[in-house]
Structures are given as structure tokens and as C-alpha cells.
């Protein structure tokens, strides 16, 4: 019998079921950066990737084993098919971690078997124990999947289930792969398992699901309820169509109404002690990190993390919050790690108290990067008289989410208004350092610099997604710039801010450009010369402004 945990485990799969949102796609380094940050979290297990899949997450998934799979360290965990090539791939970038698991899976719906894998029933519960033994032979922490259990006969599920147990599967997860079910279904469902499958208590339930109705937390919480002991979830619910649930949201929901939950995990119901392992003070800084490598932008009204979260705008809210925030606050900014938006420096403060508030807020900097984040204080300082934590944020993730700097920014300047064409002209540092100015027209002033940018920087390009938001209110308020750029069927993401929106968007598309760049380099170094590409001569842009 398999000691069942305590506490709910968190399963994070930002970097896996996340990574396969539309349109996101995250290179080793970015993948390393955002692991960091999910160990620092307090998640248990990182689904790091899924190694078959392709080079570079095999590397990805290797690379996040050996740094961030420490003995202290989360359990690192790789997805597979339920195939022996796919098994082995993920045994093999395990290796480095100091605890592994092998996620594999396989569809058990009768849709599923039908029309994608054309197999039988009597065919899947053959391969469920030859793969779940296989995965058995590189780690003994094996999880198995049934996908689209949500879609699929209990009678069969309990059956499939109880040969992966049998087979040595210490986690069986039961996936709502397509969102269809509701809350006390997919409560049923688990109360099913636990009372049908043989041998359960040998293995903790997991649920994983996405969010097509919406309903992927309440579905998780009822889930909860009747005996599920591990939750996959990605940071601000990306993932794939809809998403997954929200890990934030889910934790959140656990934190605050513990009272209510604790029962259910055999604790009084007044107990303190935490339902997760989670530090809830580094959801904040984990979510806008996560967003601003992806591209995927937080939508302002989303639960927990989205900027008016904590905002009340009515009269009567804002006048009971000031009497009591009791009354409309069911857990504080604070929680999260959002401070209170106080003015925490000045033009007059120095490198020392930018350095202690830094730490303050978690951000741990190498001297080069504080020195860089220091400089851009200051010119901020000049700007703006209010310097607020989140403009700090903002700062540190410009400074330290920018990829290595093979095109630079020189100079930006745009001429426009009613009537007069957009004009903007730019100067960019090649990477052989020679400085080439070049000016264009455009459908708006972010339009033109993009056009004389693409005109210096020859990469073929298609801009799929401009965004841009203020940090803090006000007239001065820096405003943060998220691009996304589609070649060859990846994305490649940039971000900056600043006070001035055109240097901001000239930045972004700058350090997307430098993404693409630093991938395809190695292509225009090996005889490929970008000039005497045809189809370089222009980045095909969708008008941004
Ligand atoms: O949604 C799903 O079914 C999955 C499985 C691979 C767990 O992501
Ligand atoms: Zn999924």
C-alpha cells in the first residue's frame, strides 16, 4: 500500500501541456529560466517536456534534470507515448535528476481508439503493463494516463487502471483531455476509481484537464473532495485550446478556503497547516515571468493574477475596503506577492536600497545584471517621479529576459500625427557591430519602425502578436510591450518596457528579432548568406498600430 500524501501535490505541466498553447514555443534557456522559478514556487513535480518529441526538448528536459532536479529539488518528469522509443527518450534525459518520473500515456476512449489509434480494447490492455513495466526498468516513480478518461467507460477505465497499478504505475492520472466533463461527474468518476479499482490504494490519483467549458479548477476541487491526491496544472492556465487549470487559481482556492477542504484530507477543520506546498508569495512574480516568456498576455480580469484582481473601482467597494478590507477582500495582494503599489524609491535613492528592495521582492541578480537594472532605474527615475514595485518588476524582467543582444537599438525616432505620414527612422547595431541606419513609412508609428527595423534586419518574419499595457495608472506609467514573430512554424517572443511606447515596441521587436536570430544563425554562418536569400529581404508584418 502506497502511503497516500497528506497534502494536495501540485504537478506542474507549464513547460509541457503549457508550452503546447497555440503559438508558444520556448527555447532550452527559457525553459531553464521558468523551471527555477516553478522549484522556487514550492511545486512538487515539473513535467519538463517531452523528449521523443524533438531535439530540443530532450535538451530542454536534460538540461532542467541536471540543474534544477536537485537532491532538495522538485521530482523532474518527462511525457511519453506509451511506445518503448518514446520511453526510452524520457529515461534517457532523466537521467541527471536526482528523483525522475516517466509520464506515459495512452488513449483509453472508445473515440480515441476507434479513429486516432485504431486499436481495440483487448490492444490496450496489452500495452498498458508491457509500457508502464518498460518505464519501470529507468525509474521507479512511473505515472500512467488514461486519456480522455473523462470519455471513457468506467467499467474500462477501472480495468486499464488496475494493470498499470499492477505493473508498478506509483500515480495514475485521470485526464479531462477535452473539457467535456462537469464537477460532480468528474467527482463521480474518481469516487468510481477509488471504490472499483482493486488495488488503488497502491498508487495516488492525479487529474489533469483542460478548460473548454470553463470548468477545469471546480471540476479539480470536486476531485479533491473525493480522493484525488495530485493536481496538474499550468501557471496561468495556458496550454492547449482553452488551457489547463490554473495552478494559481486552484492554490488559491485551497489557501483560502482551507476550512472547507481540510476535512476531506482528514484534518480538523480549523487546522492551518497548508494544503499544498506552495509559497503563495512567488505566484505574482512566477505568473508574470511565465507570461512575458510565452507571450501569452494575462487577461486583465483573470482570477488571482490578472491586474484588476485587486482593483476596486466602485465608490461603495472602495469605501468599505478603506473601513475594513474584510469586506470585499477574500485574501490580500499580499498573499500572492503583490506589494501595495507603495512609491518605494526616488531620483535620490541609491544603489544600495535598489539593490535590498530587489532582494525584498525575490529578485536574485548577478552584479552584471544588477548593474544594467540600475541604470535603467535611474533614467527611469528621471522620467517618472512615483517608482513603484511593479515598475522594479518591470525593469528587472526587461533587463533579465532579454536574449543575448546580437541586434542593438541605437536610436529611435517616428515623426506622426493628423495629417502627415508615419515616419520613423532607426538605427540598429549589427552584430558585427557596424551601425546602419534605415527609414520607413508605415500604417502607424510602431508600423514605420518595425518596417525600417525589418529593412536592417533581414530575417523573414511574420509579426502574429503585438501587445502593449501600462504597468501603474497615470500619464507617466511605463508601459510594457509583448510581440510575438512566426517563422518557419515557431514563434520566437519579445518583451521591454518603457515610459515611451515606440522605444518600448522598437525593443520587443528588437529582442524577438535577436530570439529568431540566435536560432537561425547558425544556418546564415554555414554558407547561407541572409543577402543572398530571396526571401529575407522583408519581414512580412501585419500592421500593428
Ligand atoms: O490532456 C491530456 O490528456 C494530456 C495527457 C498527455 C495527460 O495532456
Ligand atoms: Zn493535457
Redesign the pocket.
Same mark, same amino acid.
Given at each position: 500500500m502506497t502511503k497516500q500524501p497528506d497534502r494536495i501535490i501540485i504537478f506542474d505541466?507549464t513547460l509541457?501541456?503549457g508550452e503546447?498553447s497555440p503559438g508558444v514555443s520556448l527555447n532550452v534557456e527559457e525553459k531553464l529560466t521558468i523551471a527555477k522559478a516553478l522549484a522556487k514556487l514550492g511545486v512538487d513535480v515539473i513535467e519538463a517536456g517531452f523528449p521523443h518529441a524533438s531535439r530540443g526538448d530532450f535538451a530542454a528536459v536534460q538540461k532542467i534534470a541536471e540543474v534544477v532536479g536537485t537532491e532538495n529539488g522538485p521530482v523532474i518528469c518527462a511525457?511519453a507515448r506509451a511506445t518503448k522509443q518514446d520511453i526510452k527518450s524520457a529515461g534517457e534525459a532523466l537521467k541527471p535528476a536526482c528523483k525522475s518520473r516517466i +509520464?506515459t500515456?495512452i488513449?483509453t476512449s472508445d473515440i480515441h481508439l476507434q479513429y486516432k489509434l485504431k486499436k481495440t480494447r483487448k490492444e490496450i490492455l496489452e500495452i498498458v503493463p508491457e509500457m508502464v513495466a518498460y518505464a519501470k526498468t529507468f525509474t521507479p516513480d512511473v505515472e500512467f494516463?488514461a486519456?480522455?478518461?473523462g470519455r471513457t467507460d468506467p467499467e474500462f477505465l477501472y480495468q486499464v487502471l488496475e494493470l498499470a497499478i499492477e505493473a508498478g504505475a506509483t500515480t495514475v492520472?485521470i485526464?479531462?483531455?477535452?473539457g467535456y466533463t462537469v464537477p460532480s461527474e468528474f467527482g463521480a468518476l474518481i469516487k468510481g476509481i477509488k471504490e472499483n479499482v482493486r488495488n488503488i490504494d497502491k498508487a495516488i490519483i492525479s487529474v +489533469?484537464? +483542460?478548460n473548454d467549458l470553463g470548468l477545469a479548477v471546480a471540476n479539480f476541487l470536486e476531485a479533491i473532495k473525493n480522493g484525488a491526491r495530485q493536481v496538474?496544472c499550468t501557471i496561468n492556465g495556458i496550454?492547449?485550446r482553452a488551457g489547463?487549470a490554473a495552478l494559481e487559481e486552484l492554490v488559491m482556492a485551497l489557501h483560502v478556503r482551507r476550512q472547507y477542504f481540510n476535512p476531506y484530507l482528514g484534518r480538523p477543520a480549523d487546522s492551518t497547516e497548508p494544503l499544498t506546498n506552495i509559497d503563495t508569495k512567488q505566484i505574482y512574480k512566477t505568473s508574470r515571468l511565465v507570461s512575458s516568456l510565452t507571450g501569452m498576455v494575462v487577461q486583465p480580469n483573470k482570477a488571482i493574477v490578472g491586474a484588476n484582481a485587486f482593483a476596486h473601482q466602485s465608490g461603495i467597494h472602495q469605501d468599505g475596503v478603506l473601513k475594513n478590507p474584510l469586506t470585499y477582500e477574500i485574501m490580500s495582494a499580499e498573499s500572492i506577492g503583490l506589494t501595495s503599489n507603495q512609491i518605494v524609491l526616488g531620483k535620490l535613492s541609491g544603489r544600495n536600497a535598489f539593490r535590498t528592495r530587489l532582494q525584498e521582492l525575490g529578485f536574485e541578480l548577478s552584479e552584471e545584471e544588477l548593474n544594467k537594472a540600475f541604470i535603467r532605474f535611474k533614467e527611469l527615475a528621471d522620467k517618472k517621479k512615483e517608482i513603484t514595485d511593479w515598475d522594479l518588476e518591470a525593469i528587472v524582467s526587461d533587463e533579465i529576459q532579454q536574449p543575448p543582444e546580437l541586434y542593438r537599438l541605437e536610436l529611435v525616432q517616428v515623426s506622426c500625427g493628423e495629417p502627415a505620414v508615419p515616419t520613423a527612422t532607426v538605427t540598429v547595431r549589427t552584430p558585427e557591430g557596424k551601425d546602419v541606419t534605415s527609414v520607413a513609412i508605415g500604417t502607424g508609428p510602431v508600423d514605420a519602425v518595425y518596417k525600417a527595423i525589418s529593412q536592417v534586419v533581414n530575417i523573414p518574419s511574420e509579426l502574429v502578436e503585438y501587445s502593449v499595457k501600462s504597468v501603474t495608472a497615470g500619464i507617466d506609467a511605463m508601459g510594457e510591450v509583448t510581440v510575438r514573430l512566426r517563422h518557419q512554424g515557431k514563434n520566437y517572443s519579445g518583451y521591454a518596457a518603457n515610459t515611451d511606447i515606440i522605444v518600448a515596441s522598437a525593443r520587443a521587436y528588437i529582442a524577438a528579432l535577436n530570439r529568431l536570430y540566435a536560432v537561425t544563425v547558425g544556418r546564415h554562418h554555414n554558407g547561407h548568406d541572409n543577402n543572398n536569400d530571396k526571401t529575407a529581404q522583408h519581414a512580412n508584418l501585419v500592421t500593428p498600430a
Amino acid at each position: 500500500m502506497t502511503k497516500q500524501p497528506d497534502r494536495i501535490i501540485i504537478f506542474d505541466t507549464t513547460l509541457r501541456d503549457g508550452e503546447q498553447s497555440p503559438g508558444v514555443s520556448l527555447n532550452v534557456e527559457e525553459k531553464l529560466t521558468i523551471a527555477k522559478a516553478l522549484a522556487k514556487l514550492g511545486v512538487d513535480v515539473i513535467e519538463a517536456g517531452f523528449p521523443h518529441a524533438s531535439r530540443g526538448d530532450f535538451a530542454a528536459v536534460q538540461k532542467i534534470a541536471e540543474v534544477v532536479g536537485t537532491e532538495n529539488g522538485p521530482v523532474i518528469c518527462a511525457l511519453a507515448r506509451a511506445t518503448k522509443q518514446d520511453i526510452k527518450s524520457a529515461g534517457e534525459a532523466l537521467k541527471p535528476a536526482c528523483k525522475s518520473r516517466i +509520464h506515459t500515456f495512452i488513449a483509453t476512449s472508445d473515440i480515441h481508439l476507434q479513429y486516432k489509434l485504431k486499436k481495440t480494447r483487448k490492444e490496450i490492455l496489452e500495452i498498458v503493463p508491457e509500457m508502464v513495466a518498460y518505464a519501470k526498468t529507468f525509474t521507479p516513480d512511473v505515472e500512467f494516463s488514461a486519456e480522455d478518461a473523462g470519455r471513457t467507460d468506467p467499467e474500462f477505465l477501472y480495468q486499464v487502471l488496475e494493470l498499470a497499478i499492477e505493473a508498478g504505475a506509483t500515480t495514475v492520472n485521470i485526464p479531462d483531455t477535452v473539457g467535456y466533463t462537469v464537477p460532480s461527474e468528474f467527482g463521480a468518476l474518481i469516487k468510481g476509481i477509488k471504490e472499483n479499482v482493486r488495488n488503488i490504494d497502491k498508487a495516488i490519483i492525479s487529474v +489533469h484537464g +483542460h478548460n473548454d467549458l470553463g470548468l477545469a479548477v471546480a471540476n479539480f476541487l470536486e476531485a479533491i473532495k473525493n480522493g484525488a491526491r495530485q493536481v496538474e496544472c499550468t501557471i496561468n492556465g495556458i496550454g492547449e485550446r482553452a488551457g489547463n487549470a490554473a495552478l494559481e487559481e486552484l492554490v488559491m482556492a485551497l489557501h483560502v478556503r482551507r476550512q472547507y477542504f481540510n476535512p476531506y484530507l482528514g484534518r480538523p477543520a480549523d487546522s492551518t497547516e497548508p494544503l499544498t506546498n506552495i509559497d503563495t508569495k512567488q505566484i505574482y512574480k512566477t505568473s508574470r515571468l511565465v507570461s512575458s516568456l510565452t507571450g501569452m498576455v494575462v487577461q486583465p480580469n483573470k482570477a488571482i493574477v490578472g491586474a484588476n484582481a485587486f482593483a476596486h473601482q466602485s465608490g461603495i467597494h472602495q469605501d468599505g475596503v478603506l473601513k475594513n478590507p474584510l469586506t470585499y477582500e477574500i485574501m490580500s495582494a499580499e498573499s500572492i506577492g503583490l506589494t501595495s503599489n507603495q512609491i518605494v524609491l526616488g531620483k535620490l535613492s541609491g544603489r544600495n536600497a535598489f539593490r535590498t528592495r530587489l532582494q525584498e521582492l525575490g529578485f536574485e541578480l548577478s552584479e552584471e545584471e544588477l548593474n544594467k537594472a540600475f541604470i535603467r532605474f535611474k533614467e527611469l527615475a528621471d522620467k517618472k517621479k512615483e517608482i513603484t514595485d511593479w515598475d522594479l518588476e518591470a525593469i528587472v524582467s526587461d533587463e533579465i529576459q532579454q536574449p543575448p543582444e546580437l541586434y542593438r537599438l541605437e536610436l529611435v525616432q517616428v515623426s506622426c500625427g493628423e495629417p502627415a505620414v508615419p515616419t520613423a527612422t532607426v538605427t540598429v547595431r549589427t552584430p558585427e557591430g557596424k551601425d546602419v541606419t534605415s527609414v520607413a513609412i508605415g500604417t502607424g508609428p510602431v508600423d514605420a519602425v518595425y518596417k525600417a527595423i525589418s529593412q536592417v534586419v533581414n530575417i523573414p518574419s511574420e509579426l502574429v502578436e503585438y501587445s502593449v499595457k501600462s504597468v501603474t495608472a497615470g500619464i507617466d506609467a511605463m508601459g510594457e510591450v509583448t510581440v510575438r514573430l512566426r517563422h518557419q512554424g515557431k514563434n520566437y517572443s519579445g518583451y521591454a518596457a518603457n515610459t515611451d511606447i515606440i522605444v518600448a515596441s522598437a525593443r520587443a521587436y528588437i529582442a524577438a528579432l535577436n530570439r529568431l536570430y540566435a536560432v537561425t544563425v547558425g544556418r546564415h554562418h554555414n554558407g547561407h548568406d541572409n543577402n543572398n536569400d530571396k526571401t529575407a529581404q522583408h519581414a512580412n508584418l501585419v500592421t500593428p498600430a
